[in-house]
């Protein structure tokens, strides 16, 4: 039986669940909920039913979800949407504010206990994939040491945080890593590496009509969470500068670790990603994960989870036979 997928939020992360969903055989795509005039989003499916997020409220919209893809903001969105939908549908979210994830976790996971529904949150490639290979690699090789860099590329997360900025009309963040630091990550002498030696952050920011440029500066570079802890530079550009050097989303990145299994000897574990596009494989993750946000569902098992809770098989459409036979 097909899953019925509903899409919160219609940016380009949004557009992306509806791209990946049109390439999944058993979920499918009923509705597109926006805080838009739905009349002002056309959406690639044609068809597909385009209304307010004010909808969800209604009994009859929930008893035709399976689950809700939200593809709100860390900084905003999410926060107040995770927990509030979460009390009436089996959600999947993209939460990736990293400092903020534990007190995320129990808002959603009390609003999903109390609704018997499953809420599988911070899912992408960092929080997500990146979050699992981590720990693989810590666990097989315990004495060791891990890092992660990002980059080059735009972060969707940190560029909606830079356009929330008062004074800011349109702006992208990219991530930058530092060859140096990855060097001696690999060599296994990266320990004592802060957070500001493995990466630099840029902006590159359209300032809104009548914005004082020092002030916008300011709110992003001492940003907490996001910028505050980076070497961080802003650059004012114009829109068209914008549209014609920042409109591509590349991103992606690498986990290395590197441990002892006898004395001397070092072995080292990495999982890399380069993504052409940022939202789409983003997208693309949450709807694996919200195949296995219905199956845990529909057996009894509400409540939030992260990644690390989600056996692997959960997020193929195969079965257990189907893939104990062709991948053991």
Not at 8 to 33: K, P, S
Not at 58 to 86: N, Y
Not at 275 to 292: C, D, G, K
């Amino acid at each position: 039986m097909s899953i019925r997928v509903g899409i919160v939020g219609y940016g380009n992360l949004g557009r992306g669940v509806e791209q990946a969903l049109a390439r999944q055989q058993d979920l499918h795509l009923v509705g597109i909920y926006t805080r838009r005039d739905p009349l002002d989003v056309t959406p690639a499916s044609g068809d597909v039913h385009v209304g307010r997020v004010d909808e969800l409220a209604d009994e009859d919209t929930r008893a035709g979800i399976d689950v809700l893809v939200l593809c709100g903001g860390s900084r905003l969105d999410l926060p107040e949407q995770g927990p509030e939908l979460a009390r009436s549908y089996t959600t999947v979210d993209s939460f990736d504010t990293h400092a903020r994830i534990p007190e995320y976790f129990a808002a959603v996971d009390a609003a999903a206990r109390a609704g018997n529904t499953t809420a599988i949150i911070s899912v992408g490639w960092d929080p997500g994939l990146f979050s699992l290979n981590r720990v693989y690699a810590q666990s097989v090789l315990p004495q060791g040491t891990t890092a992660t860099f990002w980059g080059k590329g735009l972060s969707q997360g940190h560029s909606d945080a830079v356009r929330r900025v008062p004074g800011v009309a349109a702006g992208v963040q990219y991530t930058v890593p530092n060859e140096e630091a990855i060097a001696r990550v690999r060599a296994g002498t990266g320990a004592d590496l802060a957070t500001r030696d493995k990466h630099t952050r840029h902006c590159y920011v359209v300032l809104a009509d009548g914005a004082d440029a020092e002030e916008v500066r300011s709110a992003i570079v001492t940003m907490p969470d996001y910028f505050a802890d980076y070497d961080t530079t802003v650059t004012f550009i114009s829109a068209e500068e914008l549209r014609r050097d920042h409109s591509a989303m590349p991103h992606g990145g690498v986990v290395i670790h590197s441990g002892e299994t006898s004395p001397g000897t070092v072995n080292s574990i990495e999982y890399r990603l380069t993504l052409a596009s940022n939202p789409e494989f983003t997208a693309s993750v949450l709807v694996a994960y919200a195949r296995a946000a219905h199956r845990l569902s529909s057996a009894g098992e509400h409540g939030a989870k992260t990644v690390y809770d989600i056996a692997p098989g959960l997020l193929s459409p195969r079965s257990p036979e189907q893939l104990r036979a062709g991948e053991l």
